[in-house]
């Protein structure tokens, strides 16, 4: 199965890069992954509604020219649905016996995605009802992701 993060802004602290490089390794026994960033767009501070989804709007051009056809589109979100680690192993496992062969996940700058996007992906999950750091949140699926291989093919994971 292919795996690909879609994700605005660069990783710059090197603790997150560390831990990105780790899971990617991990995962390289499981998964053909890939991850793309894409350029954040400044977001002024007292930014009005409108400045914020245009700012989101630039956001998820870019991501779009990221998502190939056919890709089975995942986007992170607060309003998403909340998931255990079974489900969420059980939801990749799924997919795969369904034929999917390629999942995207997207995962959106400092102020979301935009809602039009989120429209339009395959399916939306929340790892909490938690506003998360955007660098940390790829960390986070990176590890979630890995542990789902690891149910899946039965093997043990930490509780």
Same mark, same amino acid.
């Given at each position: ?22 899971? *990617? !390794? ?10 793309? #960033? ?5 977001? &002024? +501070? @007292? %930014? *009005? !509604? ?10 998820? #051009? ?5 998502? &190939? +056809? @056919? %890709? ?88």
């Amino acid at each position: 199965m292919k795996i690909t993060i879609l994700s605005v802004g660069k990783i710059k602290e090197k603790y997150f890069q560390e831990a990105i490089a780790e899971y *990617s !390794k991990r995962l390289s026994r499981y998964c053909d992954l890939t991850i793309v #960033e894409v350029d954040d767009e400044k977001t &002024p +501070d @007292g %930014a *009005s !509604k409108h400045e914020e989804d245009l700012i989101r709007a630039k956001e998820a #051009e870019r991501l779009r020219k990221h998502i &190939p +056809d @056919g %890709a089975y589109v995942v986007a992170t979100a607060i309003a998403g649905k909340e998931l255990t680690s079974v489900e969420f192993s059980e939801g990749i496992g799924n997919l795969g016996v369904n034929g999917v062969s390629h999942i995207v996940f997207l995962i959106g700058g400092s102020i979301g995605l935009d809602m039009d996007l989120l429209a339009e992906a395959d399916d939306r999950i929340s790892f909490s009802r938690m506003t998360f750091p955007h660098q940390l949140m790829r960390v986070v699926l990176l590890e979630q992701i890995y542990r789902a291989f690891r149910i899946l093919k039965g093997e043990p994971y930490h509780k």
